[in-house]
T-cell receptor, first 117, second 115 residues
């Protein structure tokens, strides 16, 4: 079985300061990991993905994430927050055949990112 | 533009009145899936389809039906909606089962209210 834990349901930062959204996972198989962003009244958009290549993954809009197998973490970071980053962020793990939904996809419960002016 | 299109975006209906939410993708993806999103629960899979005429249950299939007669379309059917099906629904597609390194493309969502 596999699981995803997003450690913070809400994160609030000031504009221009760093962003850290934390995600821990568990999986018996070599997983693929994703971060998705959902802006208000919008669908989910893929930010970045890890698929067993480089452990530091760069995504869109200045976001990046580092896969740390020893810590079973896949935290999302951005050096400087912008007002347009305010959204809901989902960490997702998939390892087909390992459980977690019929297609092996398990979503975290989401982190709401608030940007203070 | 590559996209997944859902309709309608918003729907208010009454208990027991059959409804269909449509989903269409233009990327020739084999794999399509329906999710519902509820506060504090994240996204949960309702049904998925690996190809035409191949569908299977996800984690929360009760009260829903789907069909996949064409590759591009994957409608979600609520034969007798109930208030506990009030939710935000997303359709997604991928060229690989589980998004296997490719990720999913999501529709913009359908907000359904059953009164």
């Amino acid at each position: 079985a596999q699981s995803v834990t997003q450690l913070d349901s809400h994160v609030s930062v000031s504009e221009g300061t760093p962003v850290l959204l934390r995600c821990n996972y568990s999986s018996s198989y070599s997983p693929s990991l994703f971060w998705y962003v959902q802006h208000p009244n919008k669908g989910l958009q893929l930010l970045l993905k890890y698929t067993s290549a480089a452990t530091l993954v760069k995504g869109i809009n200045g976001f990046e994430a580092e896969f740390k197998k020893s810590e079973t973490s896949f935290h999302l970071t951005k050096p400087s927050a912008h007002m347009s980053d305010a959204a809901e962020y989902f960490c997702v793990v998939t390892a087909p055949g390992s459980g977690g939904g019929a297609d092996g996809l398990t979503f975290g419960k989401g982190t709401h990112l608030i940007i203070q002016p | 533009e590559a996209q997944v299109t859902q309709n309608p975006r918003y729907l208010i209906t009454v208990t027991g009145k059959k409804l269909t939410v449509t989903c269409s993708q233009n990327m020739n993806h084999e794999y399509m899936s329906w999710y519902r999103q509820d506060p504090g629960l994240g996204l949960r899979q309702i049904y998925y389809s690996m190809n035409v005429e191949v569908t299977d249950k996800g984690d929360v299939p009760e009260g829903y039906k789907v069909s996949r007669k064409e590759k591009r379309n994957f409608p979600l059917i609520l034969e007798s909606p109930s208030p506990n099906q009030t939710s935000l629904y997303f359709c997604a597609s991928s060229s690989r089962l589980g998004g296997a390194g490719y990720g999913y493309t999501f529709g913009s969502g359908t907000r359904l209210t059953v009164v």
